[in-house]
C-alpha cells in the first residue's frame, strides 16, 4: 500500500556474498515495510541474515565479497540501490543512522566523544565547530549523560557499558534521521543497563518521530519496544506481524518454537528449558525447500521440495509457511 | 585517491632527477689540483707525534727536513751544506737563509735543537711514540727516559747561532744524513709552545715545507696549498693538494674511474686484489707496481717445541712455493724473498741486494720433508703436533691458507690458521704467545740495519726469541763503525745467520707498491720506502 | 607531566651510569692497548706514554677519575687522534651522521607509511603483492650490498652522483636509499598489516555509518590507531639506522660518527671508545623516551597525562 507514511520498502532482496567455497546466501528474498514514527523489529537467530539485510539498507556491506542479487530498497522515495557511493555517503548519518552491537569497539578509541557526534554534525549539516559543540552537548544531555560538557572531552574508555551506547545514539541521533537502526543494540550491555538503554530509545522514538529498525536475537526486548516484528530465518522473512499477533498467536513454528523456548519467571526451577532442536542449514548450498523443515516438528513432504509464499492471516499478519495453506489444512 | 598517490610517486621520482642533474661534477684534472686518498684521518700532523703512513703522507707536503730525498738521493733540504767531523759522530749543519716559515718567520737552527728536544722531552704531551728514532744523537735515549737524571742541555744537539746546527751522535752512523730527511726530525715553529693543539687545526698550522695547510675538514679531507715562502716555490707547480678520507677500496675504485681522484692504491689507497689482478694481467697503462724496501715474512716462535729447532724451522721455510703464492694468491707481482734484507736498500757502491747474496736458501720438498723428521727426532716427538698460524685481518688468511695446504702436501702435517683481531694478534706476538705468526717490515730509513737490528737479543721487536751472541756482535759492529764495506759486510755475515744458519724467521716475499695513476699526472716521486712525493708534481694539460 | 619526564630522566642517567662502567671495565678487560703498533716502541717510549695516560695506576682508581670527568661531561682526549677532543671528535662526526639519519628516518616513516598504507588500500591487488614483494627483498638484501651496487651503477657507470662525500644535496640520494631501505620494508609492513586491522574495526563501520568519506575515514579515524605500532618502531629504528650508518658511511665516504664507532676499538682508542659508545646510548634512550611522549600523546588511553575529569562514572 502506498501510503505517505511508508518510510522504507525493502521488497524481494537478494544479498550473497562471495567466498572461497562458494556462493553463500545471505538474504533470500526479504519484503517487508516500515512507516514513519514505527518501530520495527526483526528476530531471527545468528545467520539468519537479519543483520546482512540491515547493513544493505544503508549499503555498508562491502562489495566484494558482498553483493546485491536482486530486489529494490526504496527509502523516503529514493532508490537507495541505485545510489552512487558519494550519494549515500549524504544519505549516512543523515537520513539514516545506525548504531551497533559492542560500543566499545564501535567507537573511534582515540577520538573524543564530543568530536565523534560533532564530525557528523559539520559534515551534514554544514554548522561551524561551535555549533556543533552546542548541539553536541545538547544530545549527549538528550541520551541522558550527565555533566555532558565534561563528556563531551573524554574518551570512550573513560566511559562505562551503557554511557557508550548512549553516546553512540546521540551520535546516531544528532542529525535528526529519519531511520534509526540498532543492531542488537542491548546485546552487550548488563540487563539493568539494557532496560535503560531501550526505555531511552523508546523516548527518543517518541519525542523525535524517529523510525526505528530493531535487530535482535532477544524476544523480551521486542515486547518492550517495538510496534511490530519479522521474523527471519535462513534469509527469508518466516513470519511478520504487530507485536499481539506475534506474542500471542504464532503462526509459523519456528516463530512458536522460539516463543516456547523463553525462559519464564513463573516456571519451576527443575523444570527443563524447550529449545529447537537442530542447527540453521548452510547458507553456502540452501536447501530448496522450506529451510526449517528439518528441524519442524509439522514437516509436510512438500515443505522440503517447494517453499511456500507468505500467507496472510490478517492485514498486518502474515507466515511463510504450509500449514497454513488452504489445500493444505490440517484443522 | 589512486590519482593522488601516482601525482606523489612522479613527484618524487622528478626530484631525484632535478637532484641528480645538480650533482656530479665528477671532477678531474685540468686544473693543477692532484686529488688522493689517504683512507683515513691522520693522527696528526705534528713531527713530534708522527707514527704511521697516513700522517707522514700529508707530512711530506708540508713540511721539510735539514734533506731531502730527490730521486732516491738525500739532498740539500732546510740545510744547504753540512760538515761530518772525521770520527763521523759530530755534524755541523748549515740552515739556508732563505728557508722560512708558512707564516714568513725565517728557519733557524734554533727551530731545529727546540723541535727535537721536544720531540725527547719525557713528559711531553703526550709523549712522542718515536722518539727512538732520535736516540743516534748522544744522550738522546738517556733524557727520554725519565727519572736518568739526564738534563736537557746534555743532549747532543745545539744551535751554535742562527744558522748553524751541531749535532753530536752516539755512535758514527752513515746514514744519519739520509735520517734528518724522515719525519720524526721535521722542524716546528716555536709558536707550539703556547698552542699545544696547534697541529689539529689549519688556523693554527705553521709549516717549513712547500705546501701549507689550507684547510682540515676532520675525517673528510684535507686541502695543501703552495706556500709563498717557501725557497723553491718556483718548482711547485701544483696549486692544490686535496687528500680524501675513503675507507671502502671498492668506493676508491669508483672515485679513481670518475676522476674524483687522480691516484689510487698504495701507500695510502687500497686496489681491490681481484681488480688488481685483472690490471696486471690486462697490463693496464695506469697501473704500476714498484718494488718497495717492504719484507712479508713468517715469524716463528723459537722458544717453542718444536719450532726451537732450526731443522724444523727450515723444512717449513723450504717447503713454501713462493712463486705460486705471489702469482696466484698475492697477485700484485711482488717478489719471492729467500733473505730478509729487501732490494732498494743501499749497500756499499750499489744497492744492497745485488751486492749481497739473495738466496740463502733454496725451495725443496723432499730435503724438507727429510729436515722435519731429523728436527722432530731431535726433539723427541714422533710426529708435527698440529698447530696454528695466526693473522690479523685481511688478504694474510688467503696467503696463510696457502702455506697451511703446501705444507699438508709437502710435510704431511696439518696446520690450523686463525684470525685474530689486530691488537690481540699484536699482543700474542710480542708475547710470544703464538705458534706462527704473519709479520712484515718496511724500512724507516736507508740502510740495513734498519731491518736487522730489530733481531738483537731482547729487542722491542725480536718477535721470536731470537738469541745469537754472534749476531749481536755484527750488528754492533755494524752500529760503531763508519765504513761502509765494513758495516755492509758485516750486516751480510749477520743475515747470514739470521736467515741461512738459524731460519729464525720464515721469508716469503718483497713487497710491492701497486698503484693506479690518471695518465695526465706527472712528476710523482715515489721512494725506496713505497712513500710518496708528491711535492714536484704537475698535471700536463 | 613532570613526574613523568623526571622519572625518565633519571632512568636514563641511571642507564648510562651503568652502561659507563660496564664499558669501562670491558674495554680495559681487552688485551691490547692503544700503544701497540707494528712496528713497537720501546720501553721507555711506552713507559711514558703509560705514565702520561695513567694506565700506570691500579684499575680502580682509573675508573674514579674517568668517572669524576665524566660528571664534569669532560669525555678527555682522543688516544690516537692527536689534540682532538672526544667531544669535538663526536660533534664534528655526529653533524653528517645526523643530516643523513634524520633525512633517512624522514624518508624512511615517509615513503615506508605510503607504501604500506597503499598496500592495504589495495589488499590483494597487484599493487599490495608488489609491495610486499619489494618490503621482502628490503629486509633480506643487506645495506651494504645495495649500497655498493647503486653506488657502482648511479655514481659510476651512469654518472648521475658523486661517488662519495656529502658535499651537495645530490649526494644524500644514494646513501639514504642504502640506508633506508630497510626501515621502509619495515614500516610497511608494519603500517600495512596495522591498517587491515584497523579497516576492518567496527569504529571504522560506524564512522561509514556515519556518512564520512573514505579519504577523511582513512586520515582522521584509521591513520592516528594504525600508526600506533609505527610510532614503537622508531626506537629500534633510529637504532637501525645508526648501526646501519656504519656501513652505509664507509661506502659513500661520509665523514660520519659510523667509522669511529669501530675504529676507536680496534685502535684500542679508550676515551674515544667510551665518549661514543656513550653517545649512541643517550640518542637511543632519547630516541626511545621521544616515542613514548608521541605515542602517548597519539593514544589517549596512555595514562600519562591527567586531563579534566578523567576515570570512570558510573553507567
Given at each position: 500500500m502506498n501510503d505517505n507514511d511508508t518510510v522504507l520498502s525493502v521488497k524481494e532482496l537478494q544479498v550473497a556474498f562471495r567466498t572461497r567455497s562458494g556462493e553463500v546466501q545471505g538474504v533470500r528474498n526479504v519484503t517487508f515495510d516500515l512507516k514513519k514514527g514505527e518501530a520495527l523489529a526483526i528476530v531471527g537467530e545468528s545467520g539468519s541474515g537479519k543483520s546482512v539485510t540491515a547493513q544493505s539498507i544503508m549499503r555498508l556491506i562491502p562489495s566484494p565479497p558482498g553483493m546485491v542479487k536482486g530486489g529494490t530498497i526504496q527509502f523516503n522515495g529514493q532508490n537507495i540501490l541505485k545510489k552512487s557511493e558519494k550519494e549515500m555517503e549524504a544519505i549516512r548519518g543523515k537520513e539514516m543512522g545506525m548504531i551497533f552491537q559492542d560500543p566499545m569497539t564501535s567507537l573511534n578509541p582515540t577520538m573524543t566523544i564530543g568530536r565523534q557526534i560533532t564530525e557528523v554534525?559539520?559534515?551534514?549539516?554544514?554548522?561551524?565547530?561551535?555549533?556543533?559543540?552546542?548541539?553536541?552537548?545538547?544530545?549527549?544531555?538528550?541520551?541522558g549523560l550527565p555533566s555532558p560538557d565534561q563528556r563531551f572531552s573524554q574518551y570512550p574508555h573513560e566511559f562505562s557499558g551503557g554511557m557508550r551506547q548512549r553516546a553512540m545514539i546521540a551520535i546516531a541521533l544528532a542529525c535528526d534521521p529519519t531511520l534509526l537502526i540498532a543492531d542488537e543494540p542491548t546485546t552487550a550491555l548488563d540487563v539493568t543497563i539494557q532496560a535503560q538503554i531501550l526505555e531511552l530509545m523508546k523516548d527518543l522514538q517518541e519525542r523525535l518521530g524517529t523510525s526505528i529498525i530493531l535487530i535482535t536475537h532477544d524476544l523480551g526486548i521486542v515486547a518492550d519496544m517495538c510496534d511490530r516484528v519479522i521474523v527471519m530465518y535462513a534469509g527469508k522473512v518466516v513470519e511478520e506481524g504487530t507485536k499481539d499477533e506475534i506474542f500471542k498467536n504464532p503462526k509459523h513454528p519456528y516463530t512458536r518454537g522460539l516463543l516456547r523456548s523463553l525462559p519464564r519467571l513463573d516456571q519451576p526451577k527443575d523444570e527443563p528449558l524447550i529449545p529447537i532442536d537442530g542447527t540453521?542449514?548452510?547458507?553456502?548450498?540452501?536447501?530448496?525447500?522450506?529451510?526449517?523443515?528439518?528441524?519442524?516438528?509439522?514437516a509436510m513432504k512438500i515443505c522440503t521440495e517447494v517453499d511456500s509464499k507468505m500467507i496472510t492471516h490478517s492485514e498486518t499478519h502474515a507466515s511463510r509457511c504450509w500449514l497454513h495453506h488452504s489445500s493444505y489444512r490440517e484443522e | 585517491?589512486?590519482?593522488?598517490?601516482?601525482?606523489?610517486?612522479?613527484?618524487?621520482?622528478?626530484?631525484?632527477?632535478?637532484?641528480?642533474?645538480?650533482?656530479?661534477?665528477?671532477?678531474?684534472?685540468?686544473?693543477?689540483?692532484?686529488?688522493?686518498?689517504?683512507?683515513?684521518?691522520?693522527?696528526?700532523?705534528?713531527?713530534?707525534?708522527?707514527?704511521?703512513?697516513?700522517?707522514?703522507?700529508?707530512?711530506?707536503?708540508l713540511f721539510e727536513g735539514l734533506t731531502r730525498n730527490e730521486k732516491g738521493e738525500t739532498v740539500a733540504g732546510m740545510a744547504e751544506k753540512w760538515d761530518i767531523s772525521d770520527d763521523g759522530k759530530k755534524y755541523t749543519f748549515h740552515i739556508r737563509k732563505d728557508a722560512k716559515w708558512s707564516n714568513g718567520d725565517p728557519v733557524t737552527a734554533h727551530d731545529f735543537e727546540y723541535s727535537w728536544k721536544r720531540t725527547l722531552d719525557p713528559v711531553m704531551s703526550p709523549p712522542a711514540p718515536y722518539a727512538y728514532q732520535l736516540y743516534y744523537i748522544k744522550n738522546a735515549e738517556k733524557y727520554n727516559t725519565p727519572d736518568s737524571g739526564v738534563k736537557v742541555e746534555e743532549v747532543g744537539v745545539k744551535a751554535l747561532d742562527d744558522s748553524r746546527l751541531e749535532v753530536e751522535l752516539e755512535n758514527p752512523t752513515p746514514y744519519f744524513l739520509n735520517l734528518t730527511s724522515f719525519y720524526t726530525y721535521f722542524p716546528v715553529h716555536k709558536s707550539v709552545k703556547e698552542n699545544p693543539k696547534w697541529a689539529a687545526e689549519a688556523s693554527s698550522f705553521v709549516s717549513n715545507g712547500p705546501f701549507k695547510l689550507e684547510s682540515w675538514q676532520h675525517n673528510d679531507s684535507i686541502d695543501l696549498v703552495p706556500s709563498e715562502n717557501y725557497y723553491l716555490k718556483d718548482e711547485i707547480k701544483l696549486q692544490k693538494v686535496h687528500?680524501?678520507?675513503?675507507?671502502?677500496?671498492?668506493?676508491?675504485?669508483?672515485?679513481y674511474e670518475t676522476g674524483e681522484i687522480d691516484w689510487s692504491g698504495l701507500p695510502t689507497g687500497n686496489i681491490p686484489t681481484e681488480q688488481l689482478a685483472k690490471f696486471l694481467a690486462d697490463k693496464n697503462p695506469e697501473l704500476s707496481a714498484p718494488a718497495t724496501a717492504s719484507t712479508y715474512y713468517y715469524v716463528v716462535n723459537n722458544t717453542k717445541k718444536p719450532f726451537n729447532n732450526v731443522k724444523v724451522r727450515k723444512a717449513l721455510a723450504m717447503s713454501i712455493d713462493r712463486k705460486a703464492l705471489v702469482e696466484k694468491v698475492v697477485?700484485?707481482?711482488?717478489?719471492?724473498?729467500?733473505?730478509?734484507?729487501?732490494?732498494?736498500?743501499?749497500?756499499?757502491?750499489?744497492?744492497?741486494?745485488?751486492?749481497?747474496?739473495?738466496?740463502?736458501?733454496?725451495?725443496?720438498?723432499?730435503?724438507?720433508?727429510?729436515?722435519?723428521?731429523?728436527?722432530?727426532?731431535?726433539?723427541?716427538?714422533t710426529a708435527m703436533p698440529v698447530f696454528e698460524v695466526s693473522f690479523n685481518e685481511g688478504l694474510h688468511k688467503q696467503v696463510a691458507?696457502?702455506?697451511?695446504?703446501?705444507?699438508?702436501?709437502?710435510?704431511?702435517?696439518?696446520?690450523?690458521?686463525?684470525?685474530?683481531?689486530?691488537?690481540?694478534?699484536?699482543?700474542?706476538?710480542?708475547?710470544?704467545?703464538?705458534?706462527?705468526?704473519?709479520?712484515?717490515?718496511?724500512?724507516?730509513?736507508?740502510?740495513?740495519?734498519?731491518?736487522?737490528?730489530?733481531?738483537?737479543?731482547?729487542?722491542?721487536?725480536?718477535?721470536?726469541?731470537?738469541?745469537?751472541?754472534?749476531?749481536?756482535?755484527?750488528?754492533?759492529?755494524?752500529?760503531?763503525?763508519?765504513?761502509?764495506?765494513?758495516?755492509?759486510?758485516?750486516?751480510?755475515?749477520?743475515?747470514?745467520?739470521?736467515?741461512?744458519?738459524?731460519?729464525?724467521?720464515?721469508?716469503?716475499?718483497?713487497?710491492?707498491?701497486?698503484?693506479?695513476?690518471?695518465?695526465?699526472?706527472?712528476?710523482?716521486?715515489?721512494?725506496?720506502?713505497g712513500d710518496i712525493d708528491y711535492t714536484r708534481a704537475y698535471m700536463e694539460e | 607531566?613532570?613526574?613523568?619526564?623526571?622519572?625518565?630522566?633519571?632512568?636514563?642517567?641511571?642507564?648510562?651510569?651503568?652502561?659507563?662502567?660496564?664499558?669501562?671495565?670491558?674495554?680495559?678487560?681487552?688485551?691490547?692497548?692503544?700503544?701497540?703498533?707494528?712496528?713497537?716502541?720501546?720501553?721507555?717510549?711506552?713507559?711514558n706514554l703509560i705514565k702520561f695516560y695513567g694506565f700506570d695506576k691500579p684499575m680502580w682508581e682509573q675508573y674514579l677519575v674517568y668517572l669524576n670527568n665524566l660528571i664534569h661531561l669532560d669525555l678527555g682526549m682522543s688516544m690516537r687522534q692527536q689534540y682532538q677532543s672526544v667531544s669535538d671528535i663526536i660533534a664534528r662526526s655526529f653533524t653528517y651522521s645526523l643530516q643523513l639519519g634524520l633525512v633517512a628516518i624522514v624518508v624512511s616513516i615517509i615513503v615506508g607509511i605510503a607504501v604500506g598504507l597503499i598496500a592495504a588500500l589495495y589488499h590483494r591487488k597487484l599493487i599490495d603483492k608488489l609491495a610486499m614483494l619489494f618490503a621482502t627483498l628490503g629486509i633480506a638484501v643487506p645495506n651494504f650490498v645495495l649500497g655498493t651496487i647503486i653506488q657502482y651503477y648511479f655514481a659510476n657507470k651512469f654518472r648521475f652522483f658523486d661517488v662519495a662525500g656529502l658535499n651537495d644535496p645530490s649526494d644524500f640520494v644514494l646513501p639514504t636509499i642504502a640506508l633506508s631501505v630497510l626501515p621502509i620494508a619495515f614500516i610497511a609492513r608494519l603500517t600495512r598489516s596495522t591498517m587491515l586491522e584497523v579497516l576492518s574495526a567496527d569504529y571504522i563501520r560506524t564512522a561509514k555509518a556515519k556518512g564520512i568519506g573514505s579519504l577523511t575515514i582513512l586520515i582522521r579515524h584509521a591513520l592516528r590507531n594504525g600508526l600506533l605500532p609505527v610510532v614503537s618502531y622508531v626506537g629500534p629504528m633510529t637504532a637501525n639506522i645508526i648501526t646501519g650508518s656504519v656501513v652505509v658511511e664507509s661506502i659513500f665516504g661520509i665523514a660520519g660518527l659510523g667509522k669511529f664507532f669501530t675504529m676507536s676499538v680496534s685502535n684500542r682508542d679508550y676515551t674515544l671508545i667510551m665518549g661514543i659508545t656513550l653517545f649512541y646510548a643517550a640518542i637511543l634512550m632519547f630516541a626511545r623516551f621521544l616515542t613514548d611522549i608521541a605515542y602517548a600523546l597519539i593514544d589517549p588511553r596512555i595514562k600519562m597525562m591527567k586531563k579534566g575529569g578523567g576515570g570512570h562514572a558510573a553507567g
Open positions: 554534525l559539520i559534515k551534514h549539516q554544514n554548522m561551524d565547530k561551535k555549533q556543533a559543540r552546542l548541539r553536541a552537548i545538547e544530545m549527549l544531555r538528550l541520551v540453521p542449514p548452510n547458507m553456502a548450498n540452501p536447501p530448496i525447500g522450506c529451510a526449517f523443515c528439518d528441524r519442524c516438528d509439522f | 585517491m589512486k590519482v593522488k598517490l601516482t601525482f606523489l610517486l612522479a613527484a618524487v621520482v622528478a626530484m631525484v632527477a632535478v637532484l641528480s642533474a645538480c650533482g656530479s661534477d665528477g671532477g678531474s684534472g685540468g686544473d693543477q689540483t692532484f686529488r688522493m686518498n689517504l683512507t683515513a684521518e691522520p693522527p696528526t700532523l705534528d713531527p713530534a707525534l708522527i707514527q704511521d703512513q697516513v700522517s707522514s703522507t700529508v707530512m711530506t707536503g687528500f680524501v678520507m675513503i675507507e671502502d677500496p671498492n668506493t676508491e675504485a669508483n672515485m697477485k700484485g707481482g711482488q717478489t719471492p724473498a729467500y733473505a730478509y734484507v729487501p732490494p732498494g736498500i743501499r749497500g756499499t757502491d750499489k744497492d744492497f741486494r745485488e751486492e749481497v747474496d739473495g738466496n740463502l736458501f733454496k725451495e725443496d720438498a723432499v730435503e724438507a720433508k727429510k729436515l722435519l723428521a731429523e728436527g722432530l727426532a731431535e726433539e723427541g716427538m691458507e696457502a702455506i697451511a695446504d703446501m705444507w699438508n702436501k709437502n710435510l704431511g702435517i696439518t696446520v690450523k690458521t686463525q684470525t685474530v683481531e689486530w691488537k690481540v694478534f699484536l699482543q700474542n706476538r710480542t708475547s710470544l704467545a703464538y705458534d706462527i705468526a704473519r709479520s712484515g717490515w718496511g724500512a724507516d730509513y736507508n740502510d740495513g740495519m734498519t731491518f736487522l737490528d730489530m733481531w738483537l737479543t731482547g729487542g722491542g721487536n725480536n718477535d721470536v726469541g731470537f738469541k745469537n751472541a754472534e749476531f749481536d756482535k755484527l750488528i754492533k759492529e755494524a752500529s760503531t763503525t763508519s765504513d761502509q764495506k765494513t758495516r755492509v759486510d758485516a750486516m751480510a755475515k749477520a743475515e747470514k745467520i739470521l736467515i741461512q744458519d738459524n731460519m729464525a724467521i720464515i721469508p716469503l716475499y718483497y713487497y710491492t707498491s701497486p698503484h693506479l695513476v690518471k695518465p695526465h699526472v706527472k712528476g710523482i716521486e715515489m721512494d725506496y720506502k | 607531566m613532570i613526574r613523568f619526564l623526571l622519572r625518565k630522566t633519571v632512568n636514563i642517567v641511571l642507564s648510562l651510569f651503568v652502561l659507563a662502567t660496564a664499558t669501562f671495565f670491558l674495554m680495559k678487560a681487552i688485551p691490547g692497548d692503544p700503544f701497540m703498533q707494528e712496528k713497537n716502541v720501546p720501553d721507555v717510549v711506552r713507559q
